[in-house]
């Protein structure tokens, strides 16, 4: 299957993502993207969170406090937690 979008489309769909208090990340071939990257990162560890066989992954994080720095991220305002994810078809 032909992937629908060059890098050049997303950096223009980039543009758009962010509106008011809502930050989209876009699911494009199971790619995520955002112009957030706080909320980017928390997008790809709840959907890993929710995945089968996360095991490792998530007792990698939490024993090295791995969603503190998404937390101080947002608090010294390097982006947003809260996204809405959109799945383009």
């Known amino acids: 299957m032909a992937f629908p ?3 050049l ?3 223009h769909l980039a543009a758009g993502f962010k509106r ?3 930050v989209y990340c876009y699911v494009i071939a199971k790619i995520l993207a955002s112009a957030d990257p ?3 990162d928390q997008a790809c560890i709840d959907l890993i969170w929710v995945s089968a066989d996360n095991e490792s ?3 990698r994080v ?3 406090n791995g969603l503190h720095t998404l937390e101080n991220a947002e ?3 390097l982006g947003s ?3 809405r994810l959109v799945v383009l078809e």
Request: charged fraction near 10%; proline fraction near 0%.
């Open 20 to 22: 008011q208090t809502h």
């Open 57 to 59: 992954f998530v007792n």
């Open 9 to 11: 489309n997303i950096a």
């Open 5 to 7: 979008f060059s890098m």
């Open 62 to 64: 939490e024993s090295r």
């Open 38 to 40: 706080v909320a980017l």
């Open 81 to 83: 937690r809260a996204y």
């Open 75 to 77: 608090t010294i305002g």
